[in-house]
C-alpha cells in the first residue's frame, strides 16, 4: 500500500475530470462551457477563500482569482491535474490579500499612534518644542507632508496629490521618518 496515493472517491474525481473538460472546452472557444466552468469553479474557490481570509473581502479575492485563472489559462499543461493548478493561484491571490492587508494595517497602526503622540495633550511644553525640533530636522517636503497629514488632518491619498506622489510612496515615507523620530525620542521603534 502507497501511503503518499490520497485516495478520492468516485464523485470527486469525476467533477475534476468534468472541470477540466469544461475548462478546455472554453478555452478552445466554448463560451457556454468556460461560463458553467467559472460558475461551477467560483463555489469550490469561494469556500477556500473564506477559510483563509475576512467575509467582507471573499468576493474581491475571489474576483482577482477569477481574473488570474482566466489570465494564465494559456499556461495550464493539459496533461497534469487542473485542481492543483488552479488552487495554486487562489493561493497566490490569497496570499496578495494578506500581505497588502497587513502591511496596509501595520503602516495605519505606527502611523496612528505617533499622530497619538503628537496631538497628546502635555503640560511638558519642553517635550512639545523637542517634537517640534525633530520634525524640523525633516525637509521642507517632508514637513509640508507631515504638516497635510498629522496637522491639517488630509488623508494620504490628498497629501500624495498635493506633492504629485503615489500614496504608497508618502506611507513609506512617513513610516521611515516615524521609525527615526521614535529612535530620537528613545521610543522603541
Not at 496533461?79 to 492587508?101: E, G, K, S, V
Not at 502635555?122 to 509640508?144: I, K, P, T
Request: proline share 2%.
Amino acid at each position: 500500500m502507497n501511503l503518499n496515493v490520497v485516495e478520492m472517491d468516485d464523485s470527486k474525481l469525476d467533477q475534476h475530470a468534468e472541470l477540466t473538460k469544461l475548462f478546455c472546452l472554453g478555452r478552445s472557444g466554448d463560451t457556454s462551457c468556460y461560463r458553467q466552468f467559472l460558475t461551477e469553479i467560483a463555489h469550490l474557490l469561494r469556500r477556500k477563500i473564506r477559510h483563509c481570509i475576512a467575509e467582507s473581502d471573499v468576493e474581491d479575492v475571489l474576483q482577482e482569482t477569477l481574473m488570474s485563472i482566466h489570465k494564465a489559462s494559456h499556461t495550464f499543461n493539459g496533461d497534469r491535474p487542473l485542481m492543483p493548478w488552479l488552487y495554486a493561484i487562489a493561493t497566490y491571490r490569497i496570499n496578495d490579500y494578506l500581505q497588502r492587508h497587513y502591511t496596509h494595517t501595520q503602516n495605519e497602526t505606527d502611523i496612528a499612534e505617533f499622530a497619538d503622540s503628537l496631538v497628546a495633550p502635555s503640560s511638558d511644553d519642553g517635550m512639545e518644542y523637542e517634537v517640534l525640533s525633530w520634525l524640523a530636522n525633516l525637509s521642507e517636503r517632508n514637513q509640508a507632508i507631515f504638516k497635510l497629514v498629522f496637522i491639517d488632518g488630509c488623508t494620504m491619498k490628498e497629501a500624495a496629490k498635493a506633492f504629485a506622489m503615489k500614496e504608497s510612496a508618502v506611507k513609506v515615507m512617513i513610516h521611515r521618518q516615524i521609525k527615526h523620530i521614535r529612535q530620537q525620542m528613545g521610543v522603541n521603534a
